[in-house]
């Protein structure tokens, strides 16, 4: 590959074939996009397909239950169902994977996701997760295998065996949301332990923008005395992208994804997507062809950068990770923020454990408070955090500090943004 021109050349001729010989297979028998598509020869006739999102394929599975009709081969051929978590507050939606497909799942965690955390065989992996119907790091887990790495799970433990479990067993790579990992700190603290004296080196995040904020990444990695590595993915999609060694992003694996965004204030227009910019993600998986999704919109708001990297990667970077939920989004007096931009501001302050932004309409007009825990209970942060967050974002934002343990603070997603009636 001769040039960054040249690369992105091949990746783009690597996508189309890819996705031509797997939708041709998907319209003999997908009765799903059998009724919405038609094959795709061309770049032009790829962006004439239509945008799918997540309702579209609820609503399948409610009127054809319990799976959908977004199924290119016999039921008898799948092999294993997760589902996505509903930390959206709607209906989970099942996703069905074929031996084949499975195969393809934990081969990007093995030759893409592990490789450029720097993750090896001689590796000892941890997942304190705990290992339900929703993804998580179930191909993570997978994925460790077949690296060749040593798995050790966390499923079914309390926080503080987990903690008793990292002393005993001494493992290299800590895997769980970022929200997650800063409470496991925190327990290790209350038990005297200091936790950055583990022989935990990485730690390997999903789930949150978290591990991509710079303040958030710099707690964690204070806290365990480890590198902070971020991971994409989603439980329709599978694994998207990994931690750039640069740590300013995450690349996608554009080998294994198409990516587009629908740049910020424009209609959403299967025709008007850019390759790069700043807006919402859509995506399209070409090794999932057992139930695949073309021209998905994730929700997701990402910042993409074909920039020549220095880390040497062809692929595309989300500068920044992923920055938040599209749908996330709340007006403080007609500034429009992102949980994301209010968590780098939080994460200055040591003594903040957790936090969560309470959002209403009151006769139309955007009202929002920030909830907030500190370590030892105390409000004295309060004031300085309110001035902070106005010199940030030039408008001023309620706070108040709430009892400990309160807020969420579990293994799943943490919900930074809760809508309640006014």
Request: charged share 20%; glycine share 10%.
């Amino acid at each position: 590959m001769s040039s960054n021109l040249d690369t992105q050349a091949e990746i783009k001729t690597i996508q189309l074939e890819k996705l031509q010989s797997g939708m041709e297979e998907v319209l003999a028998s997908n009765p799903f996009y059998q009724a919405r598509h038609h094959q795709v020869t061309s770049w032009d006739d790829f962006y004439e397909l239509p945008f799918l999102i997540k309702a579209e394929l609820v609503e399948d599975q409610t009127k054809n239950p319990p799976f959908g009709t977004n199924l290119t081969y016999p039921l008898g051929d799948y092999v294993r169902l997760h589902q996505t978590s509903g930390s959206s507050g709607g209906r989970p939606l099942r996703c069905l994977d074929t031996a084949r497909s499975w195969q393809w799942w934990t081969s990007i965690w093995a030759n893409h996701i592990y490789k450029g955390a720097g993750i090896t065989s001689d590796d000892r992996i941890f997942f304190a997760f705990s290992f339900g119907p929703f993804v998580g790091f179930w191909s993570a887990y997978a994925g460790a295998e077949r690296l060749g790495a040593m798995v050790i799970p966390g499923g079914s433990m309390s926080s503080e065996q987990r903690i008793l479990a990292i002393l005993d067993l001494e493992p290299t790579v800590l895997c769980s949301t970022p929200t997650y990992a800063l409470r496991l700190a925190e327990v290790a603290s209350k038990m005297g332990i200091d936790i950055s004296k583990s022989s935990i080196t990485r730690t390997l995040h999903a789930g949150e923008p978290g591990a991509s904020i710079p303040g958030t990444k710099q707690a964690i990695e204070t806290a365990f005395g480890a590198i902070c590595l971020d991971h994409t993915g989603m439980t329709e999609l599978g694994p998207t992208g990994f931690t750039c060694s640069e740590g300013d992003g995450v690349h996608f694996i554009e080998s294994e994804f198409i990516f587009e965004v629908i740049p910020v204030g424009t209609d959403p227009d299967p025709r008007n997507t850019q390759s790069e910019g700043v807006g919402e993600l859509v995506v399209t998986n070409l090794g999932r062809f057992c139930s695949p999704l073309v021209r998905y919109r994730t929700g997701d708001l990402v910042d993409l950068s074909r920039q020549p990297c220095a880390c040497g990667s062809p692929f595309v970077k989300a500068v920044g990770g992923i920055r938040g939920r599209v749908d996330d989004m709340f007006t403080v007096r007609g500034i429009n923020l992102y949980p994301s931009q209010v968590e780098e501001v939080l994460r200055r302050y040591s003594e903040i454990v957790n936090f969560q932004i309470r959002h209403k309409k009151v006769r139309h007009m955007d009202e929002v408070a920030l909830l907030i825990e500190t370590r030892d209970g105390s409000d004295s942060v309060v004031e300085q955090v309110v001035l902070d967050l106005r010199h940030s974002f030039g408008v001023r934002i309620d706070c108040e500090c709430v009892p400990s343990g309160s807020l969420p603070s579990d293994e799943m997603k943490a919900k930074r943004v809760v809508h309640v009636q006014g």
